[in-house]
Structure formats: C-alpha cells, structure tokens
C-alpha cells in the first residue's frame, strides 16, 4: 500500500513523467510482470509469460480490485472482478471513463498491492 501512494504521489508531483491523451493508457510493473492497457471504460490487466510465481498466485482464482486513476489520491473507476483460476488475462469494464488516466492497477479486495502502472 506505501509504495501505491508513493509512486501515485510523484507522479502528482511530477517526479515521473505524465504525458496527456484522451481515454487510453498502456503501462507496465515490470517487477510485476502484469501490463495495464485502458481504452475508454474497458481495462485489461495481462500476466507477463514469466510473472514471477508470486504474483500470480495472488492473482489466480482470487477476487481483487481494479483501479485507474490521474493522481496520488484520484481513484477515477474501480471495480472489483474475479480473475479465473489459470487465466493470463482479465478485461474489466469500469463503471465510468477515465480522463487522462494516469495510473490504473490491481489490489487485493483488502487493499493490498498487486501491480500498478504508470504513464511513462
């Protein structure tokens, strides 16, 4: 959870790079091995061929929560989804748009972190 509010918190600050667009994101946690691709209300979250076992064991047959937002403390969408058991992918459709997204992720329902990507 400390590093999600740091890493949003310098992207508000301008500390990592943020370019503007319209309703489209592409981001990567590499350290996650977990993509992020927003288009419009519909968010993609993909495991890597080689996600480290950890990640997907977290992910894998749980119930987590997604998220997209444009700042440190701006949450735009976020919905909860099941990732089916084995599954590389899951395509959520947020309830609303994001404007500029620049940030979307995964957490535990509990709020723990998964993976976050940011705009590069």
């Known amino acids: 959870m400390i590093r999600s509010v740091l890493i949003a918190l310098a992207v508000t600050l ?39 076992a950890n990640t997907v064991r977290k992910v894998n047959g749980k119930r987590l929560s997604f998220a997209c937002g444009t700042g440190a403390f701006e949450v735009k969408a976020q919905k909860a989804a099941s990732w089916k058991k084995n599954a590389r992918k899951i395509t959520v459709t947020l309830p609303n748009k994001v404007r500029s997204p620049r940030w979307c992720g995964v957490e535990t329902v509990s709020g723990g972190d998964i993976a976050f990507g940011f705009r590069a």
């Open 14 to 52: 301008g500390l990592m790079p943020a370019s503007a667009s319209a309703d489209s994101f592409r981001a990567t946690d590499a350290r996650a091995g977990v993509t992020f691709a927003l288009s419009g209300n519909k968010l993609t979250v993909s495991l890597a061929k080689k996600a480290p």
